[in-house]
């Protein structure tokens, strides 16, 4: 079997990250392959302006990025400006949220890798919120991806406990839409979905104030979890 150098393949390659002012984000793929073509940050913000100057102040300015520094010196901001480049979005959003069309079309043209780590972790998290981004949010990458030209590979980073209450080596096989590792062993997003969108107008019916709203939706997505994920 022909070896795989995860450095290697880096090498010259045009990277769309999502997530990129998360933790996991940060430096890693800089760090370990300077030699990339380009990096695109997938920022949430509502223009060119405003996704750089997040970019900045979120994630190259941060301590994690002191290696880069530390080897770049008085060249890093030069080698950032040359090598990565801030896109405003979101994946809540078809196309990513990405108004630009010629920068979508650019990056459609250009992209090798996708790297998706946008995730909540929060395990108290609203349930409607929880859906749109660690769900559907996953799916709009999906098929951002599917629209790359020359796409190689999707990576995605999924939140912890995914894998149920497994043990030993867990080999990465491939799940069809909405199968799970338990009982039920069927998840209908839509129907998911369709409950949340439910729940919602019921209370905005009766008037209900935000605080509880975001009460009552954190408290379903406990009482979902437990039913259908462990």
């Given at each position: 079997m022909k070896s795989f150098s995860v450095l290697q393949f880096l090498?010259?390659?045009t990277i769309l990250v999502t997530g990129a002012t998360g933790f996991l984000a940060k430096k890693k793929i800089l760090r370990i392959q300077p030699n990339?073509?380009?990096?695109?940050?997938?920022?949430?913000?509502?223009?060119?302006?405003?996704?750089?100057?997040?970019?900045?102040?979120?994630?190259?300015?941060?301590?994690?990025?002191?290696?880069?520094?530390?080897?770049?010196?008085?060249?890093?901001?030069?080698?950032?400006?040359?090598?990565?480049a801030a896109v405003p979005g979101d994946i809540l959003y078809e196309?990513?949220?990405?108004?630009?069309?010629?920068?979508?079309?650019?990056?459609?043209r250009q992209i090798d890798l996708v790297v998706n780590?946008?995730?909540?972790?929060?395990?108290?998290?609203?349930?409607?919120?929880?859906?749109d981004t660690n769900t559907m949010g996953a799916f709009h990458v999906l098929s951002f991806a599917k629209n790359c030209a020359k796409i190689q590979m999707l990576v995605h980073l999924s939140?912890?406990?995914?894998?149920?209450?497994?043990?030993?080596?867990?080999?990465?096989?491939?799940?069809?839409?909405?199968?799970?590792?338990?009982w039920p062993r069927k998840l209908d997003?839509?129907?998911?979905?369709?409950?949340?969108?439910?729940?919602?107008?019921?209370?905005?019916?009766?008037?209900a104030a935000e605080d509880e709203v975001t009460s009552i939706m954190k408290d379903l997505g406990t009482e979902r979890f437990q039913y259908r994920v462990y």
């Open positions: 090498k010259d390659k990339l073509k380009k990096l695109y940050f997938l920022i949430r913000a509502g223009d060119d302006k405003s996704a750089k100057q997040c970019m900045f102040r979120e994630v190259i300015e941060k301590d994690l990025f002191r290696v880069l520094r530390d080897t770049w010196g008085d060249r890093l901001d030069s080698f950032i400006l040359e090598k990565v196309d990513l949220g990405i108004k630009d069309s010629n920068l979508k079309e650019e990056i459609y780590v946008a995730a909540i972790t929060k395990f108290d998290e609203r349930y409607d919120a929880l859906l939140t912890a406990y995914m894998c149920g209450e497994k043990s030993g080596l867990i080999p990465e096989n491939s799940f069809t839409m909405g199968e799970m590792v338990k997003i839509m129907a998911e979905k369709q409950l949340v969108e439910q729940k919602l107008n019921q209370l905005q019916t009766t008037g």
